[in-house]
């Protein structure tokens, strides 16, 4: 168990539908990120909020968003969600950024079908 | 382009025997080097952290190498067990002075240990 806890674990959606998919970092994480993984492909990162603040942004598309909240709880909305949207989404914690050996813990994931 | 190549894709081997994973980076600047293994669906799971000076990093039966001089990486395997089948990742962080920090995702080598 890492610590990084991801509701909901499945989610089974229409198209043009929004989702929200949430995380608690483990005790302590000031970073959150959250990543794509596509059947097959490598994980995409897509954006990560330091302590509040939006930190860095990757390939995230318009139609997705996230917020880090005061108890470092973190959410990312799916809207207008479309079938190439269905994917495993990785939340994951560190107690800062990437830098040294700063371990960063990877949830379990939400598995998200669009239908 | 910051590019994580692993090879090879995919490896299929016999429990007890050992196995070398490749990973090639063109990452710069280089702040650190990761590998994780991520079981089938679940989320990944940090095995070793390198650092610039680092050029060895062991975790049980699992021996990481760097060298940051050809940007090259190794993931030695020991005494394979059926409980090692899954993806290993190769993740290479890009230092970033004063903002956001990035990580660089191979795309795994997904290895088979038959009994």
């Known amino acids: 168990d890492s610590g990084v806890t991801q509701t909901p674990k499945h989610l089974i959606t229409a198209t043009g539908q929004r989702v929200t998919l949430r995380c608690s970092p483990r005790?302590?994480?000031?970073?959150v990120y959250w990543y794509q993984q596509s059947l097959d492909q490598g994980l995409q990162f897509l954006i990560q909020y330091y302590n509040g603040e939006e930190r860095a942004k990757g390939n995230i598309l318009e139609r997705f968003s996230a917020q880090q909240f005061p108890d470092l709880h973190s959410e990312l909305n799916l809207s207008s969600l479309e079938l190439g949207d269905s994917a495993l989404y990785f939340c994951?914690?560190?107690?800062?950024?990437?830098?040294?050996?700063?371990?960063?813990?990877f949830g379990e994931g939400s598995w998200l079908t669009v239908v | 382009k910051n590019q994580v190549e692993q090879s090879p894709q995919s490896l299929i081997i016999l429990e007890g025997k050992n196995c070398t994973l490749q990973?090639?980076?063109?990452?710069?600047?280089?702040?650190?080097l990761r590998w994780y293994k991520q079981d089938t669906g679940r989320g990944p799971v940090s095995l070793t952290i390198m650092t610039f000076s680092e050029n060895t990093k062991s975790n049980g039966r699992y021996t990481a190498t760097l060298d940051a001089d050809t940007k090259q990486s190794s993931l030695h395997i020991t005494a394979s067990q059926l409980s090692d089948s899954a993806s290993y990742i190769c993740?290479?962080?890009?230092?970033?002075?004063?903002?956001?920090?990035?990580?660089?995702f191979g795309k795994g080598t997904h290895l088979i240990i038959q009994p």
């Open positions: 990973c090639n980076y063109t990452v710069s600047p280089f702040s650190n």
């Open positions: 994951a914690s560190s107690v800062e950024g990437t830098k040294g050996r700063n371990t960063i813990y």
């Open positions: 005790s302590g994480d000031l970073s």
């Open positions: 993740v290479v962080g890009l230092y970033s002075g004063g903002g956001a920090d990035g990580l660089t």
